[in-house]
């Protein structure tokens, strides 16, 4: 069995590691442009990184957008390591930490093809689906029982 690690990153130590598992998924393989990417928010998130056998093959940030409501945004992992959970214990993560700071309202901007992964956290849609970054997208928000 693999050893998965999923914790929140010292930033910004780790943050080359964060920023090539980004520009794989979101830059190579997705085609968003690095400036959209990067969008000069990083240093005011918290970011998550996920560790499969000492490799670090995910991430995700959390954006404080007020003391009432939070955005998950930036999941990735890498290609190889899709299909074990990775992104799930992630957004697990996100949400357990989200809770600590007693942050009632999450909303993701949610690619629509992953929106699946979201419904299972209790996330609901908001709204019609829109392109972000080339790619359709749709918001999608839950509110945290405190």
Known sequence: MSD??????????????I???????F??????EEAL????????????????DDKAVGTARIRYIDDKTVKIERLAVLSPARGQGI???IIEQALLIIANKKIP??????QE?????YYKFGFAEEG????EAGIPHVKMSKTLIM
């Open 4 to 17: 998965l690690v999923v914790r929140l990153a010292d930033f910004p130590e780790e943050f080359l590691e």
């Open 19 to 25: 920023k090539a598992i980004r520009k794989i998924v």
């Open 27 to 32: 830059q190579d393989e997705q085609g968003v």
């Open 37 to 52: 990417d990067f969008d000069g928010k990083d240093e005011i998130c918290d970011h998550l990184i996920a560790f499969l």
């Open 87 to 89: 992104g799930k214990k």
């Open 105 to 110: 309202e999450v909303v993701i901007n949610a």
């Open 113 to 117: 093809y992953i929106k699946g992964l």
């Open 128 to 131: 019609e689906i829109f392109i």
